[in-house]
């Protein structure tokens, strides 16, 4: 069984940072892609940012400048900075992975259960 934790959200003032941390545990083969989504009330939920696992990560074009991504392959961790945090980063913060369980297998998304992160002064 696969798991993935996330710690970090709360509340942050515009301008302030904040640091988010995931680490996937359980039967795991090989990591792939790593990152984060969020969802803002009454919206859907959006890539925020991805570590591609190959020296790259993709950004939304709203968070580019501002959050940085970074992942630990050995600890299967994967972290997102936020700094100079605007209210419209405000919402519900998932961490994403993409595993294998098992050589020779397919892989498949998994989610973890999400933090929120609330930007007001």
């Known amino acids: 069984q696969v798991q993935l934790v996330e710690s970090g959200g709360g509340l942050v003032q515009p301008g302030g940072s904040l640091r988010l941390s995931c680490a996937a545990s359980?039967?795991?083969?090989?990591?792939?892609?790593m990152g984060w989504y969020r969802q803002a009330p009454g919206q859907e939920r959006e890539p925020v940012a991805i570590?591609?696992?190959?020296?790259?990560?993709n950004y939304a074009e709203s968070v580019k400048g501002r959050f940085t991504i970074s992942r630990d392959n050995a600890k299967r961790t994967v972290t997102l900075e936020i700094t100079n945090p605007k209210p419209e980063d405000t919402g519900v913060y998932y961490c994403y992975a993409y595993i294998v369980t098992r050589a020779g297998a397919f892989g498949r998304d998994y989610w973890g259960q999400g933090t929120q992160v609330t930007v007001s002064s």
């Open positions: 359980g039967s795991i083969f090989s990591v792939g892609w």
């Open positions: 570590d591609l696992n190959d020296g790259n990560a």
